[in-house]
């Protein structure tokens, strides 16, 4: 019997031949913890009575949820990181590096490895081959001090996106068209592998936008087969050596195969306060807007400042609004001043913050007043998520957003393409 | 264990971002986190959890954010057990190495209305509803969980495995 990626990973890691169901202990590639889960993972190490890790060079702790600390408690959680980095020869990604599902997939994660992040959207790194999937500190703690970890084998769910995609829609109206189509946990518990014709011809960057949103449908992973574009993207990285070929046996056993024929889908938006609860943009109303966040570890990367640049050249952001732009990680910043897109949106209005995790999470740069409307590239809208449970956040492509900031109300971005 | 009290009922996708907000996760002081539990989804909830220590909910219960501050939080407030019809993939596995006993039961969690009597004896798997006068039975967890959860939670269990 065939096997689907999930079973192939986790069976090459744990020397044992599994199937969906099975619960096996498995080695890890990369381990890592951010600063809102790590000092927690730290505490639980210390406990075990462990100072040290099974693998350092890629055992990472990133400071980005926080960057620069806003406060002195989270400065005292920052100085936990740092020391035992230090302490146990772990990496440390401090707050000049970027969001850390940016970073893992630059420069950590390879095909066919297990990564394991105490963050929800560690699954991101399913977009290179990987079985790549979020804990708790706990579980992290134990990843560290092991380098090993227990799963149950997912059952998979085969998407094929299918067809083409129209001009102003994105990879990120895709997974927000599928979330809605098998809710806030149609995949829980399931590893999602993302594949048809359309699937196959994404870029890395969109496969990236993809596979973060796995976990807004329940998904422990989200995976792609690797291929050209996923060989260019690593050898573009200096890490050409480690691609391999990762990809579904032709007989391997889905619970459930979902066709999706890209030609109907429309920019998206979700609404407060769910990811499922989402329309195509035309049926959204006026919805006017006072703050618009293009960035985070969804849609902070290149190719999406290039779309929002594009739209934002020579125009200016409609009054009383903000725009704020986060680069992902520092190379994402670096590229976006060296090709002038930092130019245009400061021209255009926005305020550009460093790489990291921005307001996505609420804790500083842009948390929302009550009643106040946010448009977001970001992956979650839950109450509460941007600082305050009074707040509105609405999610769409960098393009949406860029376009919705000019106007300064949820606006189709096919009329700036037009 | 008999775990016996009275339940307090939310609805479906509670999510980690009301069961512990990230503007509060600058700290793991337990009894800080659980002063802040569910503040923006109940908040009467502080008063509730005096008289009520049983949380049944919907589906997709802890769904969103890793944060194992949520589990935390809901245990340190003095909640003794959450019966859903279903939970989030990571909230699940942290509640079981927290030592948060979590059981997914849809038909218990459908039937069950805020303020009812209900008891647990999660040795035997039932959950008995007093008010109404119902039982369920709770479905097995697998070996390996078991361990896990009668070692006291994920840190006991590696520390026995060690032998540290």
């Known amino acids: ?418 | 264990m008999i775990i016996k009290d009275r339940a307090i009922k939310y609805g479906n996708n509670v999510d980690t971002d009301v069961i512990i907000p990230a503007r509060y996760l600058n700290t793991t002081d337990e009894a800080e986190l659980a002063s802040h539990c569910f503040e923006d989804l109940d908040e009467n909830f502080s008063q509730k959890v005096k008289e009520r220590k049983i949380i049944i909910a919907g589906d997709n219960f802890g769904c969103g954010s890793s944060r194992e501050h949520a589990p935390v939080a809901i245990k340190a407030s003095g909640v003794l057990l959450v019966i859903a019809k279903t939970f989030a993939r990571i909230f699940f596995r942290n509640a079981i190495n927290i030592g948060l006993p979590v059981i997914p039961c849809p038909e218990a969690a459908e039937s069950i209305n805020d303020g009812d009597e209900i008891e647990v004896d999660l040795d035997r798997g039932i959950i008995k509803n007093i008010t109404l006068g119902m039982e369920f039975a709770i479905n097995p967890v697998p070996p390996f969980i078991q361990e896990i959860i009668s070692s006291g939670g994920y840190i006991n269990y590696t520390k026995k495995k060690l032998k540290v």
């Open chain 1, 1 to 418: 019997m065939g096997k689907t990626i999930a079973e192939k990973i986790l069976s090459q890691h744990s020397g044992r031949d599994l199937v969906a169901g099975d619960i096996a202990v498995v080695d890890v590639d990369v381990v890592f913890a951010q600063d809102g889960t790590g000092p927690l993972a730290v505490s639980q190490l210390r406990k075990m009575n462990f100072s040290s890790v099974a693998n350092p060079s890629k055992s990472i702790f990133f400071i980005d949820h926080a960057a620069p600390s806003p406060r002195k408690e989270l400065s005292d959680s920052h100085k936990v990181l740092r020391s035992f980095a230090s302490e146990s020869g772990a990496i440390l990604s401090d707050i000049n590096g970027g969001v850390c599902h940016q970073v893992v997939a630059e420069h950590y994660a390879c095909p066919g490895n297990i990564v394991i992040g105490a963050d929800s959207h560690t699954c991101t790194a399913g977009a290179l081959g990987a079985f790549a999937t979020g804990m708790g500190s706990t579980d992290i703690a134990v990843g560290f001090a092991l380098s090993k970890t227990w799963l149950m084998v997912p059952h998979t769910i085969k998407v094929n996106f299918e067809g083409i995609i129209n001009k102003g829609v994105y990879a990120k109206d895709l997974i927000i068209y599928l979330i809605k189509k098998i809710t806030a946990d149609g995949a829980t518990y399931r590893a999602i592998e993302f594949s048809g014709s359309l699937s196959n011809g994404l870029e890395m960057e969109e496969r990236l936008t993809i596979s973060n949103m796995a976990v807004e449908a329940g998904a422990k992973a989200g995976i792609f087969a690797t291929d050209a574009k996923t060989a260019d993207y690593l050898k573009k990285q200096q890490r050409g050596d480690c691609f391999r070929e990762i990809f579904a046996d032709n007989d391997a056993v889905y619970e459930q195969v979902i066709n999706i024929d890209c030609r109907t889908i429309e920019p998206m938006i979700s609404k407060p306060h769910t990811v499922d609860n989402a329309v195509s943009v035309g049926k959204i109303g006026e919805v006017k807007i006072d703050q618009v966040l293009i960035g985070t570890c969804t849609n902070g990367r290149l190719s999406d400042l290039r779309i929002a640049a594009g739209i934002l050249k020579n125009k200016k952001i409609a009054k009383n609004l903000r725009l704020i732009i986060v680069p992902a990680s520092a190379d994402v910043y670096l590229d976006a001043i060296k090709e002038g897109l930092i130019e245009i949106f400061i021209k255009s209005g926005a305020t550009i913050t460093n790489p990291g995790c921005g307001p996505c999470v609420g804790v500083h740069q842009g948390a929302l007043a009550e009643g106040e409307v946010c448009l977001s590239t970001q992956n979650r809208n839950f109450k509460g998520r941007m600082g305050n449970p009074g707040g509105f956040i609405y999610l769409s492509s960098p393009a949406t957003a860029a376009w919705s900031a000019v106007k300064g109300y949820i606006s189709d971005p096919r009329e700036a393409l037009k």
